[in-house]
Every structure is written in C-alpha cells, then in structure tokens.
C-alpha cells in the first residue's frame, strides 16, 4: 500500500490522511479502473460491506454496483476519536 497522504475522503469529507482505494478489487482487476481517497475509517468499514455484498468476485459490474450503493446510501460509523474532539471543540 502507498504511504498516506493528506486529503479529503470522499465518503465521509474528512481531512486526514488518506489512501487511495481501487474501486475494482486489485487483488481481482489489477491496476484497471479509478481509484478513490478514503481515510481509514471508511476504506477499512467498505472492505467489510464489500465482503458481505459480493456474490461473484469475478464480476465488474457488481464491484462496481456495490461501490456506488456504500458511497451513496451506507452510513459509516464514526470513529470514537472523531466524535470526541467534536465533543469537545463544541462544548
């Protein structure tokens, strides 16, 4: 995995280091296909929902179909840490 770097996610809009993350499994596709920045939160709570959601591995659409149902539509818990600071900057 490259080193992480400062950005935006594109699930949860948080700046913080990032990784960018291969829509299509690499594992799978290889190096094909767009690749998104996710913190860690969002890209570890993806790779689980994505575990769950694939019914065949070998099938672009359906990576691709589930990529844009988690971005879309699931919410991703926030990190402990993030609501505490929240907490506490309003507070």
Same mark, same amino acid.
Request: hydrophobic share 35%; net charge positive.
């Given at each position: 995995?490259?080193?992480? %770097?400062?950005? &935006?996610?594109?699930?949860?809009? %948080? &700046?913080?280091? $990032?990784?960018?993350?291969?829509?299509?499994?690499?594992?799978?596709?290889?190096?094909?296909?767009?690749?998104? %920045?996710?913190?860690? +939160?969002?890209?570890?709570?993806?790779?689980? &929902? !994505?575990?769950?959601?694939?019914? +065949?591995?070998?099938?672009? +659409?359906?990576?691709? +179909?589930?990529?844009?149902?988690?971005? %879309?539509?699931?919410?991703?818990? $926030? !990190?402990?840490?993030?609501?505490?600071?929240?907490?506490?900057?309003?507070?």
């Amino acid at each position: 995995m490259k080193e992480a %770097k400062k950005g &935006y996610c594109v699930k949860c809009g %948080k &700046y913080f280091y $990032v990784h960018e993350h291969h829509i299509l499994p690499q594992a799978i596709f290889g190096e094909i296909g767009k690749k998104e %920045k996710l913190c860690p +939160n969002c890209h570890t709570h993806f790779h689980e &929902y !994505s575990k769950k959601e694939t019914k +065949n591995p070998q099938d672009q +659409n359906e990576a691709l +179909n589930i990529w844009t149902k988690w971005l %879309k539509t699931v919410t991703v818990i $926030v !990190s402990v840490w993030v609501l505490a600071v929240i907490l506490i900057w309003t507070w």
